[in-house]
């Protein structure tokens, strides 16, 4: 029976080396080439496991879905790409986990405009797409609501992952995006009606059988104020003055009040404002009740089916700033990939930056504690911040920013430059190249070229003048082609190469990176297959962990499953 063969693994008959993982977006599978390109990239570097983006960041799903026909990827309504790559990766012997962005929509997504009321809330009553990010941009992100019941994971998120388990041979699902917009507004999220009322009932801070009564603290009073916590006196607020309460009100009591409010004078403890805690365990608490929720439903329609997630490095800080306190739901994954992305450390050398790298794998270790299995995640796009940063700087001078009319725009402004206005700009410009010009000519002599070409051509029109647009057009398409289809070695090899050598050496189980079309555009893949020559297979699979509890409430229920079907 297939509970057998579960019990077996669990006691681990196969020994398991390095799990290796690599995310994939749809860009990635968008036709049938594209497919049978990553499959031979995979199979020469040896990697066993991909995450597969189903639904992206903007709520677009890929697969042909019929309940959310109105949520599919364009690029995917007549071409079922997932249906191809899962056909594809199984006869290469390769895992596919679903990979969801779990929590978040664009402010066009069709359940954003049938429930708005779904949205997370900030203290004005405002969605997240009323807040404003680096270089006085737009956010253009919705997040929902993980508490609401019902609501957004309720109604919407867990039947999305029911649906894809029943239509489609995945071997696992991927959580990502399963937090609060701890890296946009740590603190204003979320003061929705729902919210601002449950938060109280979930820490119970009333009695319902007694909505409107007020009970005091028993006397004699302790002499520290906040040890009288243990005469349970009513911490909410009146009921009628908290539900006619402005939200900034609600919020600003939530971050800043005290649960010493009103039974005992604030100066009498030295912790007066400790109701964020509640607020902050709260959102804790939502995001793994929805966790739970999804794994639940998910065992009962594919019991096999393994978990894995996507977090931030540190969950102790996750916790505090964006309710992602993942040591409390390690028992519902078989897989967790803490993301040591270059850009989530300290501004830094590359060196600098490996060893910080493997002091975060010891400590990935310490919190995990054997309870899953642990991929310490890299960014290959990330790695490379020096040099991307370099071509970046001429491609802001190159104003290749925006959408397409805005470069057109600034095109022809680049065109009117003439005689010292011009000679000046191209010396810039000349400025920024040769911080990489000699890597370009010993990758590429053709492409050093065609750019020392350009640059004597506009230096030419600044003496005698003529006609320039078409010479810069040449410059943008150049340095296009370094951000997105570098030359060979244009981003060195060696540094992915040291990050992984890097993580090994720290003892981590597992490695994952982001992202497959990140090293197609590096040109990286000859360096991983070297990297990842010697044959492995997925710990995950092949290993159990300390505390087996995914794998024992799977076991479980096909225990349950088989008895049922004998009677």
Not at 110 to 137: A, D, M
Request: proline share 7%.
């Amino acid at each position: 029976m297939r509970w057998i063969a579960l019990a077996a693994v669990l006691v681990g008959v196969a020994l398991a080396d390095e799990g290796r993982a690599v995310w994939v977006q749809p860009c990635d599978i968008s036709s049938p080439d594209a497919i049978d390109l990553l499959i031979r990239n995979l199979k020469r570097a040896n990697i066993k496991l991909i995450f597969v983006c189903v639904k992206d960041i903007r709520g677009r799903i890929i697969w042909h879905s019929e309940r959310f026909s109105d949520a599919v990827h364009p690029d995917f309504r007549h071409f079922d790409g997932l249906n191809l790559l899962l056909q594809r990766a199984h006869k290469a012997n390769i895992r596919v986990h679903a990979w969801f962005c779990c929590l978040t929509e664009s402010p066009e997504s069709p359940v954003v405009k049938k429930h708005p009321e779904w949205q997370q809330k900030n203290p004005n009553n405002q969605p997240t797409t009323s807040e404003i990010i680096q270089n006085n941009r737009k956010y253009n992100i919705v997040w929902m609501c993980p508490a609401r019941r019902p609501g957004y994971v309720d109604r919407y998120l867990i039947p999305m992952m029911v649906e894809l388990l029943k239509k489609y041979p995945v071997d696992g699902i991927h959580y990502d995006y399963l937090r609060y917009p701890g890296d946009v507004a740590p603190d204003r999220y979320c003061f929705c009606d729902w919210c601002s009322q449950h938060i109280f009932r979930h820490a119970h801070m009333f009695y319902e059988n007694f909505p409107d009564k007020e009970f005091a603290p028993q006397k004699p009073l302790l002499p520290r104020a906040a040890a009288n916590w243990l005469k349970d006196y009513t911490i909410r607020p009146p009921r009628k003055t908290w539900k006619n309460a402005p939200s900034t009100v609600k919020a600003e009591f939530l971050l800043r009040g005290s649960t010493l409010w009103r039974k005992i004078p604030l100066h009498r403890t030295p912790n007066p404002c400790d109701m964020d805690f509640f607020f902050y365990t709260y959102r804790c608490d939502a995001i793994k009740r929805s966790l739970e929720e999804a794994h639940k439903a998910a065992i009962k329609v594919r019991p096999d089916i393994v978990f894995s997630a996507t977090v931030f490095k540190n969950p102790v800080l996750a916790a505090r700033f964006c309710g992602q306190k993942w040591t409390d739901f390690l028992h519902l994954l078989d897989v967790v990939a803490p993301m040591l992305y270059r850009s989530y450390f300290p501004d830094s050398s590359f060196s600098e930056y490996l060893t910080m790298l493997s002091e975060y794998v010891r400590m990935e270790n310490y919190w995990v504690g054997g309870n899953c299995h642990t991929y310490c995640a890299i960014s290959v796009k990330d790695l490379y911040k020096e040099e991307r940063r370099e071509v970046e700087r001429l491609a802001a001078l190159l104003c290749l920013t925006g959408d397409r009319a805005r470069q057109e725009k600034a095109l022809d402004s680049l065109a009117l430059l003439s005689g010292e206005a011009l000679s000046s700009f191209l010396g810039k410009m000349r400025k920024t190249f040769s911080a990489f010009s000699e890597r370009l000519k010993r990758c590429s002599v053709q492409l050093f070229n065609d750019f020392e070409k350009c640059f004597a051509t506009l230096q030419k029109a600044a003496k005698e003048g003529g006609e320039t647009k078409a010479i810069f057009r040449k410059l943008r398409h150049l340095t296009a082609l370094l951000l997105n289809d570098p030359p060979p070695n244009f981003y060195p090899p060696k540094k992915l190469t040291a990050a992984i050598n890097a993580l090994r050496k720290a003892r981590t189980e597992g490695i994952a990176l982001f992202c497959a079309s990140s090293i197609t555009r590096f040109k990286l893949w000859d360096a991983l297959a070297k990297s990842f020559k010697q044959p492995s297979e997925l710990p995950h699979l092949a290993k159990p962990v300390s505390v087996p509890s995914t794998q024992v409430l799977r076991l479980l229920h096909l225990c349950r499953s088989e008895l049922k079907q004998s009677r």
